[in-house]
């Protein structure tokens, strides 16, 4: 099976082109793949497929073989691979996914995608739709009780579910425990992906991600979003900000007269490659 290693900020996963080639148990290859020892080495895997309500699907399945509804490094990356590897010859695509359809708009240097800017939709703050077991109308820095301690959580949907944390140093905040005590919290009915955030100034902040079903990641394309939206719901950031991530910089903008976030960032092709 032919395969291509690709990442977004160093958030990577296997990609496979189903237009050439069928899998028929993504969950358990996902794991096969996933693995950094005996397999490829990724957080995942995204399946690139036909769609019969826009130019392509993408189907993402975690390290541990769960499928996620939506990945926004990993959306760009099958935005690049699909014109980098003569699919189309289109620069605005709309790419589907569990999580809705998804409009992006290329930057191409040389032939080559650089850049890619996801229209990443209406973030949802309704703690039914998260989904987050509480009765409150929005889940703003509310206290949540975890190994033995309280910290205040903002909950926010960008297509899948995400807790974020403000914290004064994400480089020695506990995430190794924090992150999957919170990931699989009550609170949280599907598991979600934790964020740790410190803010910077008004206009950039530092994130630090726990993803739900592979742990800690370099980057998260809608946790940077959520975090991002998080921010502006408590007051700390305007509107737009730089996140600053272990595996690079992602441009968020949360157009609140739309109700519309926007995420630019980088892709990146690493090898092609065959596996048994």
């Not at 998260?130 to 301690?149: A, N, Y």
Request: charged share 25%.
């Amino acid at each position: 099976m032919k395969f291509t290693k690709m990442h977004g900020l160093g958030n990577d996963y296997v990609y496979i082109n189903c237009f050439h080639e069928k899998v028929e148990h993504p969950e358990t290859l996902a794991v096969k793949v996933s693995d950094r020892h005996t397999g490829i080495g990724s957080d995942g895997l995204i399946l690139i497929q036909p769609s019969h309500r826009a130019d392509f699907f993408m189907s993402m399945y975690n390290a541990d073989g769960s499928r996620a509804e939506m990945c926004g490094n990993g959306i760009r990356c099958v935005a690049k691979y699909v014109y980098d590897y003569g699919m189309t010859d289109k620069t605005k695509l709309t790419i589907d996914t569990l999580a809705g359809i998804k409009e992006l708009d290329l930057t191409v240097e040389d032939g080559k995608v650089s850049r890619v800017k996801v229209n990443m939709g209406v973030p949802v703050l309704e703690p039914k739709q998260i989904p987050v077991d509480s009765d409150l109308p929005r889940f703003v820095s509310q206290p949540v009780e975890v190994l033995g301690k309280t910290y205040f959580l903002t909950a926010v949907s960008m297509g899948n579910p995400h807790g974020v944390l403000f914290v004064d140093d994400v480089s020695s905040c506990p995430l190794e425990t924090l992150g999957p005590a919170l990931e699989t919290h009550p609170l949280f009915p599907k598991k979600a992906n934790i964020e740790f955030v410190q803010v910077d100034n008004r206009y950039e902040i530092r994130m630090r991600v726990w993803e739900r079903g592979s742990g800690e990641t370099m980057a998260c394309g809608t946790g940077a979003c959520a975090s991002a939206v998080a921010s502006v719901l408590n007051g700390k950031t305007d509107d737009a900000v730089l996140v600053h991530l272990a595996g690079g910089d992602l441009e968020i903008q949360w157009d609140q007269e739309k109700d519309t976030v926007y995420m630019t960032g980088s892709a990146t092709v690493v090898f092609d490659g065959e596996i048994q």
